[in-house]
């Protein structure tokens, strides 16, 4: 059955459905499926600037259990991220991949310093983040951004859409006058595919997906370098998440943003990932362009991911 406004705009078995929809509303659904009509080939990344944007060297997380008491039995350690190494350069989008629990979340965290890695490096531009000062964070904060994967936490409740999209503004004074604020929310608002008159609702008034456009237009406001992306657009259905990715596309384009994007839908991340990054119980498996680990994956756990999505199958020109 397949809904549209509140009325059923097409009904019947799954394959006739599915093959040959009759309604154009179930058409534009299937049609925003990631690689329904195959794959376009990569973008080419353009970069500007020979040095990468963010390199990640030798970084591992390791989470220490309770000390058990009067025991000589060493501490328990979990390995949350092991080892992992990599660089991302202006304008590329980074995609990471990987079952539940294999430290893909962890690794994002510390790219932002919400968490601190145990060891390892994480330069932005050169600086390491690792040894930076308060107020160094604070400015390189201004250009790494963070989508999570659960907006309805991400959001506060008592704030108005308004407050909330002009939050970082209030945070990082000076870079947009007071008076111009309500008309950026609107534009942002709008560019995420939802209405200026949305601004004076709050959190509870949207349902899941809204929130989430709502925490991705937050995330455009202060013009990043970097947006992180944690399952952004997971809560998105297909054709608004077709819509979002299309923006991401475009704002990569015209501003040279860069993405790390983490998901678990193979195939938009095909989609979208100029490279990929697999990891598996912490450690980065495979890493390389989209292409080369989509088409020709080396590693055991790659081929099980891929066969399991269907996501190494098909490919159309750009």
């Known amino acids: 059955v397949v809904m549209q406004a509140g009325r059923i705009v097409e ?19 299937l049609d925003s499926v990631p690689g329904r009509h195959g794959f376009a080939a990569p973008e080419a990344v353009e970069s500007r600037d020979e040095a990468p944007l963010l390199r ?48 893909k979340s962890t690794l994002a965290r510390m790219l932002l310093g919400l968490d601190a890695p145990t060891e390892g490096t994480i330069e932005f531009e050169g600086r390491n983040l690792t040894g930076a000062t308060a107020a160094e964070t604070f400015k390189i904060r201004r ?17 108005t859409i308004q407050q909330i999209v002009a939050e970082p503004w209030a945070i990082h004074q000076g870079v947009l006058p007071r008076e111009q604020w309500r008309a950026r929310v609107a534009e942002l608002l709008e560019m995420v595919g939802l209405k200026a008159e949305h601004a004076d609702r709050h959190p509870h008034q949207f349902s899941g997906g809204q929130r ?17 992306c944690d399952e952004a657009v997971s809560a998105l259905d297909v054709s608004i998440q077709a819509q979002v990715i299309d923006l991401l596309k475009e704002l990569r384009r015209e501003l040279g943003l860069s993405y790390v994007f ?17 990891m598996y119980r912490g450690k980065i498996v495979e890493q390389g362009p989209t292409a080369e ?24 020109a750009a």
């Open 11 to 29: 009904s019947g078995a799954v394959a006739e459905v599915m093959s040959a929809p009759s309604h154009p509303y179930t058409r534009k659904l």
């Open 56 to 103: 990640v060297s030798n970084v591992s997380k390791v989470y220490f259990g309770q000390p058990r008491l009067f025991s000589k039995a060493p501490q328990e350690q979990l390995r949350a991220v092991d080892d992992a190494s990599f660089t991302l350069r202006r304008g590329e989008t980074l995609g990471i991949v990987g079952e539940s629990g294999s430290g």
């Open 143 to 159: 250009r790494m951004q963070f989508v999570f994967q659960d907006p309805t936490a991400s959001l506060n409740p008592r704030m």
């Open 212 to 228: 989430q456009r709502i925490a991705i237009a937050r995330s455009l406001a202060l013009n990043p370098d970097l947006i992180v």
């Open 262 to 278: 983490i998901a678990h839908d193979l195939a938009l991340v095909r989609d979208f990932a100029t490279s990929v990054i697999v």
């Open 293 to 316: 680990v989509y088409g020709a994956p080396r590693h055991d756990y790659t081929r099980r991911l891929l066969a399991a999505s269907g996501a190494e199958t098909g490919s159309k």
